[in-house]
Nanobody, 118 residues
Framework: QVQLVESGGGLVQAGGSLRLSCTASGNIFSINSMGWYRQAPGKQRELVARISDRTYYADSVKGRFTISRDNAQNTVYLQMNTLKPEDTAVYYC??????????????WGQGTLVTISS
């Protein structure tokens, strides 16, 4: 089994910052990539940022969000600056993992709520 545990969500005013963290644990041989998705009320889940040997950002967050990774800790971070009300959503961590048994898994965290007030 592999688990992802997220932290760092909360309520901030527009223009503020938050930092999300997500740590993977369990039967892990290697992690190919980790990323953050978000789902706002009434909308589909969308990819916000992803990191492997390169990084990807959605256009809506480029220049404001930074994804980083601590491979030794199996942890991914999302630094979110200049937050806007439209960034309000539940943020989900995602990881593509190879288990010690050689299985390829895609794992999701439980989600953390980010609310930006105007």
């Amino acid at each position: 089994q592999v688990q992802l545990v997220e932290s760092g969500g909360g309520l901030v005013q527009a223009g503020g910052s938050l930092r999300l963290s997500c740590t993977a644990s369990g039967n892990i041989f290697s992690i190919n990539s980790m990323g953050w998705y978000r789902q706002a009320p009434g909308k589909q889940r969308e990819l916000v940022a992803r990191i492997s040997d390169r990084t990807y950002y959605a256009d809506s967050v480029k220049g404001r969000f930074t994804i980083s990774r601590d491979n030794a800790q199996n942890t991914v971070y999302l630094q979110m600056n200049t937050l806007k009300p439209e960034d309000t959503a539940v943020y989900y961590c995602n990881a593509r993992i190879i288990t010690r048994g050689g299985m390829s898994l895609e794992v999701w965290g439980q989600g953390t709520l980010v609310t930006i007030s105007s």
